[in-house]
């Protein structure tokens, strides 16, 4: 099953009043794990940066002023896509502008049923508590010490852990596999168990006397019949 992690860096917060992405970065899992594939682009949103957003991602209009726009990527980003699911961390919010960005080049829209959204998976499993990424990986003692700003790539492959422990571990919904199933057999293995010597089959006199006198109480008892 081949999905794919998902995320966006953007100059504001929403496409309709002007603002574009200026960064993807994708993680490709196979059956949940990565596979070492990766998509990144950072892109020329052809208007300025407001300061609000240059403090969240760190990305100048200076620095994107040579990047390709939407346009010359878009080819490769969907070819990059396919037909896999889309985990995304608030997937309403990165498909609006994605989406925004494939209707003015004439492109259909990505469906929401494509995607997975993490942040509903969280607030399902931990209902009240914080689901945005730092407090997840917080949570699943995932190492995030060197996200100081919000990167789409970096985001993309801290989600893809965040995601394989929301949905069970590496082997979701089987409580004993991997390390600790491992463990598990091993332990049961190294039980000491102590031989028992064989148990006599042939009856003791006085078994074979209570025998006797049992079958005698009964009316043409089968084990005396000479054709049985």
Request: aromatic share 8%; hydrophobic share 40%; glycine share 8%.
């Amino acid at each position: 099953m081949r999905e794919i992690v998902l995320d966006t860096e953007t100059t504001g917060f929403d496409p309709l009043t002007g603002h574009r992405i200026v960064e993807i970065g994708c993680v490709e899992l196979m059956n949940h794990l990565p596979t070492g594939e990766v998509y990144h682009q950072y892109l020329n949103p052809e208007r300025d940066m407001p300061e609000e957003a240059f403090k969240v991602h760190g990305l100048s209009s200076h620095f994107l002023s040579d990047k390709p726009v939407f346009a010359e990527i878009v080819a490769g980003f969907l070819a990059f896509l396919g037909d896999a699911k889309l985990v995304i961390h608030n997937a309403e919010f990165d498909m609006k502008f994605i989406n925004a960005e494939l209707a003015r080049l004439g492109f259909p829209a990505i469906p929401m049923t494509r995607t997975i959204d993490t942040v509903l998976m969280a607030r399902r499993k931990f209902p009240g508590a914080q689901a945005n990424l730092d407090a997840l990986c917080r949570r699943f003692e995932i190492d995030n010490t060197h996200r100081t700003r919000h990167g789409a790539l970096l985001d993309s492959e801290l989600l893809a852990e965040v995601y394989l422990q929301l949905i069970g571990g590496r082997q979701p919904g089987l409580e004993l596999g991997g390390s600790k199933g491992g463990r598990a057999a091993s332990t049961l293995n190294d039980v000491a168990r102590t031989a028992r010597p064989p148990r006599p089959h042939a009856p003791l006199p006085e078994e074979l006397e209570a025998h006797a006198a049992f079958l005698a109480k009964l009316k043409k008892p089968l084990w005396l019949r000479e054709d049985g």
